[in-house]
Nanobody
Framework: QVQLVESGGGLVQSGGSLRLSCAAD????????MAWYRQAAGNQRELVAG???????KSAESVKGRFTIARDNAKNTVALQMNSLKPADTAVYYC?????????????WGQGTQVLVSS
């Protein structure tokens, strides 16, 4: 059974930091593309940052220089370090995975963790 379990969300003041972590289980983590998405109230989900199985990183312009994504293939985890947080970063953050297996791609989502940045 595939599981993506996020942790580390919470309430923080503007300018503060949080570190989100996602523990993965039930699929081949090492070769899978991992990402963090977020969804603010009334908005569509958007990509925050992603890291491929080969380590290639992409991130949204709005978080460049502030957020860092990293993966640990030995522990099957992916983390999102968020610094210099702004109220605009308030959202539910989701960990996602894309696994390629038997010629098909499978997409998995976690339940999400709430990040609230106060001004």
């Amino acid at each position: 059974q595939v599981q993506l379990v996020e942790s580390g969300g919470g309430l923080v003041q503007s300018g503060g930091s949080l570190r989100l972590s996602c523990a993965a289980d039930g699929f081949i983590f090492r070769g899978s593309d991992m990402a963090w998405y977020r969804q603010a109230a009334g908005n569509q989900r958007e990509l925050v940052a992603g890291i491929s199985g080969g380590g290639t990183i992409k991130s949204a312009e709005s978080v460049k220089g502030r957020f860092t994504i990293a993966r640990d293939n030995a522990k099957n985890t992916v983390a999102l370090q968020m610094n210099s947080l702004k109220p605009a970063d308030t959202a539910v953050y989701y960990c996602t995975a894309e696994e390629s297996r038997t010629g098909a791609r499978f997409e998995y989502w976690g339940q999400g963790t709430q990040v609230l940045v106060s001004s």
